[in-house]
C-alpha cells in the first residue's frame, strides 16, 4: 500500500479546463485514482461547520482503533446462527426466463433471515464463485462497523473459495434487507440480496394476524415478488390484519396502494406512531426502502394490494373472485405529516455537526473514464466531503438536490430523522430511516445521534449513481482502516 502522502498526491491530480461553452458553465475534471484508502478522501476539504467549542477534531495521533475492531465481544455465542454461500450461476426465475446473475443458497433472493430482536446473529459467508469477489452488507441494521460489509472500507472483499464472519446484535425490531457491497451496481441487480426480519421482543403493539414478506426485484426487466414472476394470495379471515414488509431491492423508487384502505405501520424498520388510514393514495418507497403495510381482510372476498407497479397481493378468501386491478393513485402520501408526534431519544435542536450535502452533476473523467458525474457540494469523487463527527455528537445534514434526479440516500450505521422539508418542519410520527428520497430542487434538514464509531457509507442507493460518484463517508474521529479501494486486493465497494 503506498504512503499516505503519495495517495493524497494520487488523488489529488485534477485538471479543471473550462469548456468553450460560455461562462464556464461546464467543467471538465480528469482524476486518476490508483489504489487508495477513504481516508484520505475529502483531503484539503472543508469539512463544514464544526460547532464544538474546541480546535476541530482530526482523525489519526493517539488512539486509534481499526475498524476491524470495532465489533460485538467475540466471547458471546450467537443465538442465531446461518451459513450463506453465494454462486455467480444462471438464476431461476419461476414464472419467468432465468438470468445471469447470482444466487445465495442456491436462489436469488436468498434465504429471509429471522431473528428477534436481541440475538446476536451469527452468519459464516462463503463465496463460492462470484469472481469478482463479494460480501454481505446489512442494509439498515446499525451493525457494528466491522460487521458492516463494505469491501475496501470494513473488509477486503471475500474471495472464490474464502470465507467471512459476520457478527451483529439484532438491536432494533423491524424489516431489512442484506445484499453484496462489491461492484454493488451489479451484484445487487443481478440477485445477490435476501431479506432479514427482526421480530420484536416483546409482541407488536400494532397487533398483525399474519405477517408476509414483499420483496421487490427486477431481474432483466422481469419484475418480480419474492422471486416469482407472479402475484401472491393471503389467506386471511375478514378482519384479520395482514402485515406486508415490502422491501425494495430495485434501483428506483416503488409504488403501494389499494382501493380498500390501508396503514403504513413501519417504515425503514422504525414503528409508526398511531397510523391512520390511508385512503386513495399511494405510498412511495424509495429504492433500497422498506415500509410494512397493515391490510385488514376483508368481510367477503378479497382486496388487492398493489406492491411495486406490476405485482400485487390479494389478501382474504382464496376461493372469491379476483377484485379488478386499481389505478395507481396520482397522490402520495406524505410521511412528513404522518402520524403522531412522539419524543426523540435524542435532541437535535442544538447540533455538534451540521453539514450540507447538495448533490449536483457535471462532466469530467474518472480513471480515464468519461462521464457525466455526480457532485457533492460542487466536487467530484473522490474529492468530496468527509463528514466528521465525534462519537456521541448530534449530527444535522441538509440534503439539497439541485442535480434534475431524484436520489434515495442511504446512511449507513445510523437511522436518521427527517426534520424538515424545504422548511415545512416534520409534524406527525417521528419519520425515521436509512434511506430517503430526495426529489429533484428539494431540501431535507435530517439529524443523526453519532452513537456508533466507524467508517460509514452515505450514498445514493440508485446504484449506477453511487459508482459514477454519489458516495460520501460519516468518519468518526480516531477510526481508521487497513483496507484500500482500487488496490490489489481487488476491491471495489460500489
Ligand atoms: Cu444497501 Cu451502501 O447500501
Ligand atoms: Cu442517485
Known amino acids: 500500500m503506498p504512503s499516505r502522502r503519495e495517495v493524497v498526491r494520487r488523488v489529488a491530480v485534477a485538471v479543471a479546463v473550462t469548456t468553450g461553452l460560455g461562462a464556464g458553465a461546464l467543467a471538465w475534471s480528469s482524476t486518476l485514482l490508483g489504489e487508495y484508502s477513504v481516508m484520505d478522501m475529502g483531503a484539503g476539504v472543508a469539512g463544514g461547520h464544526d460547532d464544538h467549542a474546541g480546535p476541530g477534531a482530526s482523525a489519526g495521533g493517539a488512539g486509534e482503533v481499526s475498524v476491524t475492531s470495532l ?30 446473475g447470482y444466487t445465495v443458497n442456491g436462489t436469488s433472493p ?5 431473528a428477534r430482536q436481541g440475538d446476536l446473529v451469527e452468519v459464516v459467508f ?35 473459495g474464502g470465507r467471512h464472519v459476520y457478527r451483529f446484535e439484532a438491536t432494533d425490531a423491524g424489516t431489512y434487507w442484506y445484499h453484496s457491497h462489491q461492484v454493488s451496481h451489479d451484484q ?43 402475484d401472491e394470495h393471503v389467506d386471511a379471515e ?47 418507497i424509495p429504492a433500497g426502502g422498506r415500509a410494512d403495510v397493515a391490510v385488514p381482510a376483508p368481510e367477503g372476498g378479497a382486496v388487492r394490494l398493489h406492491v411495486g407497479g406490476a405485482r400485487s397481493i390479494l389478501i382474504g378468501d382464496p376461493d372469491t373472485t379476483e377484485p379488478p386491478a386499481a389505478r395507481q393513485p396520482s397522490e402520495t402520501l406524505d410521511l412528513l405529516g404522518y402520524g403522531t408526534p412522539a419524543p426523540l431519544d435524542f435532541d437535535p435542536a442544538n447540533p455538534d455537526r451540521s453539514y450540507d450535502y447538495v448533490i449536483g452533476r457535471r462532466f469530467g473523467l474518472i480513471d480515464g473514464r468519461p462521464g457525466n458525474f455526480w457532485t ?3 466536487r467530484m ?8 463527527v465525534t462519537e456521541g455528537d448530534t449530527v444535522v445534514m441538509r440534503l439539497r438536490n439541485d442535480s434534475g434526479e431524484v436520489h434515495p440516500m442511504h446512511l449507513h450505521g445510523h437511522h436518521i430523522v427527517v426534520l424538515s422539508r424545504d422548511g415545512v418542519p416534520a409534524s406527525g410520527s417521528p419519520w425515521i430511516v436509512d434511506s430517503l428520497d430526495v426529489r429533484p430542487g428539494e431540501t431535507y434538514d435530517i439529524a443523526f445521534l453519532a452513537d456508533n464509531p466507524g467508517i460509514w457509507s452515505d450514498h445514493c442507493h440508485t446504484l449506477p449513481h453511487a459508482v459514477d460518484g454519489l ?18 486486493a481487488g476491491n471495489h465497494p460500489e
Do not use: C, K
Open 110 to 114: 436468498g434465504p429471509e433471515l429471522r
Open 471 to 488: 458516495i460520501a463517508h460519516v468518519m468518526y474521529d480516531g477510526v481508521t482502516t487497513p483496507f484500500t479501494i482500487n488496490g490489489t
Open 188 to 230: 445487487v441487480l443481478r440477485g445477490l440480496l435476501g431479506a432479514i426480519i427482526i421480530d420484536p421482543a416483546e409482541p407488536a403493539d400494532v397487533a398483525a394476524d399474519v405477517d408476509v414478506t414483499a420483496l421487490l426485484h427486477v431481474y432483466g426487466g422481469q419484475h418480480t415478488l419474492n422471486g416469482r414472476v407472479e
Open 376 to 378: 457533492i457540494n460542487g
Open 238 to 284: 375478514p378482519g384479520e390484519v395482514v402485515r406486508v414488509r415490502v422491501i425494495n431491492t430495485d434501483q428506483g423508487t416503488a409504488a403501494v396502494w389499494s382501493a380498500a384502505p390501508y396503514r403504513v405501520v413501519a417504515i425503514d424498520g422504525h414503528d409508526v406512531t398511531q397510523p391512520t388510514d390511508v385512503d386513495g393514495q399511494r405510498l412511495l
Open 71 to 100: 465489533s460485538v465481544d467475540p466471547d458471546r455465542p450467537a443465538d442465531v446462527r446461518v451459513e450463506l454461500v453465494a454462486r455467480q450461476e444462471t438464476v431461476q426465475v419461476p414464472g419467468g426466463r432465468t438470468v445471469e
Open 126 to 160: 462463503v463465496n463460492e464463485s462470484v469472481a469478482d469477489g463479494a460480501t454481505l452488507h446489512w442494509h439498515g441494521i446499525d451493525v457494528p462497523n466491522a460487521a458492516d460489509g463494505v469491501a475496501g472500507i470494513t473488509q477486503d472483499a471475500v474471495p472464490v
Open 381 to 388: 469523487f473522490p474529492d468530496v466531503p468527509m463528514f466528521q
